[in-house]
């Protein structure tokens, strides 16, 4: 079994930036691919950005392209979500998912607890 807890989530006004970061309480095989998920008030749950231990290319949701930066640190068994440029639109309950697969196109299988991100117009 892997924990994995986030941090990060705060109040922003529109333009501003957050970091979240999420730390895996363990790596395994089933940690291979870590990243975000988001969830705003009466939509779904949303792919946000994802990264693979090796270090290849990141994956990110169009909305946030350009935008939104992720990285890992092996060594901490951390990955992070530099957020820029916020937009109200961004206003979501922010998950960290890990899975020994590609979290971007299939379901994770180890979630977070969650952490709300509001961003102020």
């Known amino acids: 079994q892997v924990v994995l807890v986030e941090s990060g989530g705060g109040l922003v006004q529109a333009g501003g930036s957050l970091r979240l970061s999420c730390a895996a309480s363990?790596?395994?095989?089933?940690?291979?691919?870590m990243g975000w998920f988001r969830q705003a008030p009466g939509k779904e749950r949303e792919f946000v950005a994802s990264?693979?231990?090796?270090?290849?290319?990141?994956s990110y949701a169009d909305s946030v392209k350009g935008r939104f930066t992720i990285s890992r640190d092996n060594y901490k068994n951390t990955v992070y979500l530099q957020m820029n440029s916020l937009k109200p639109e961004d206003t979501a309950v922010y998950y960290c998912?890990?899975?020994?697969?590609?979290?971007?196109?299939?379901?994770?299988?180890?979630w977070g607890q969650g952490t709300q991100v509001t961003v102020s117009s």
């Open positions: 998912a890990a899975g020994g697969h590609n979290i971007a196109t299939m379901n994770p299988t180890y």
């Open positions: 363990r790596r395994t095989l089933t940690t291979y691919s």
């Open positions: 990264i693979p231990w090796s270090g290849a290319v990141p």
